[in-house]
């Protein structure tokens, strides 16, 4: 299958920072990738689906600007994390849209002290 | 609007005995399905998924799934468990009509404990 990578792995950042997550579809083109973000213990909620070249369209309750999210390629989103607070410490987790499947990155834990 | 329902937030087996976590779910129109696995701190790796044909498709790893149309159902089952099973299963709907790649409803999840 496809692969997805995700940078940084992991994130430790201060409160009131901003952080900035990759996610890369290696061996295709992506023309959506999904960004979800996971608690522990729990599902997958998505956050909001990036489509390249246009604005991503956030779930109801999602902030977007508080989580900024670029598509400025067929291979690569990203998801920025304004003035982050510690509840925003999460596990993130995108994908990419196959034809008949998403192929997910590997995470990013985010730790906000 | 779609749903899934995965029934028993944790499921404990024997290694070797039957694996079963069940899958069900609510979609105006037949939907793509799938089963996803996630190992602590990782993401989701796909272990098998029904987009249309067979019923019974079968996946990595040695597990299968059957789709009930009658039933809306999407259990996941492998024979022989295996100490290497242990890990959170997700089972996920996607609508047809858009794309098995568009949007994804997941379950809440299973946690898969296998003992000796």
């Known amino acids: 299958g496809a692969v997805v990578s995700q940078h940084p792995s992991w994130v430790i950042c201060k409160s009131g920072t901003s952080v900035k997550i990759e996610c890369r579809s290696l061996?295709?083109?992506?023309?959506?990738m999904f960004w979800y973000r996971q608690f522990p213990k729990q599902s997958l909620m998505l956050m909001a689906t990036?489509?390249?070249?246009?604005?991503?369209?956030?779930e109801q309750g999602v902030e977007k600007d508080k989580f900024l999210i670029n598509h400025a390629s067929l291979t690569l989103s990203t998801l920025t994390v304004t003035s982050a607070h510690p509840e925003d410490s999460s596990f993130y987790i995108c994908s990419a849209a196959g034809l008949y499947e998403q192929y997910f990155g590997p995470g990013t834990r985010l730790t906000v002290t | 609007a779609q749903s899934v329902t995965q029934l028993g937030s944790h499921v404990s087996v024997s290694e070797g005995a039957l694996v079963l976590l069940r899958c069900n779910y609510s979609?105006?129109?037949?939907?793509?399905l799938f089963w996803y696995v996630q190992y602590p701190n990782q993401g989701l790796q796909l272990l098998l998924k029904?987009?249309?044909?067979?019923?019974l498709v079968k996946g990595i790893n040695g597990f299968e799934a059957e789709f009930k149309k009658s039933e809306t159902s999407f259990h996941l089952t492998k024979p022989s468990a295996h100490m290497s099973d242990a890990a959170e299963y997700f089972c996920?709907?996607?609508?047809?009509?858009?794309?098995?790649?568009?949007?994804?409803?997941f379950g809440t999840g299973t946690q898969l404990k296998v003992e000796l």
């Open positions: 029904y987009t249309t044909g067979a019923t």
């Open positions: 996920a709907v996607s609508d047809p009509v858009t794309g098995g790649g568009n949007k994804l409803t």
């Open positions: 979609s105006s129109v037949p939907p793509y």
């Open positions: 990036s489509n390249e070249g246009s604005k991503a369209t956030y």
């Open positions: 061996d295709f083109q992506a023309t959506t």
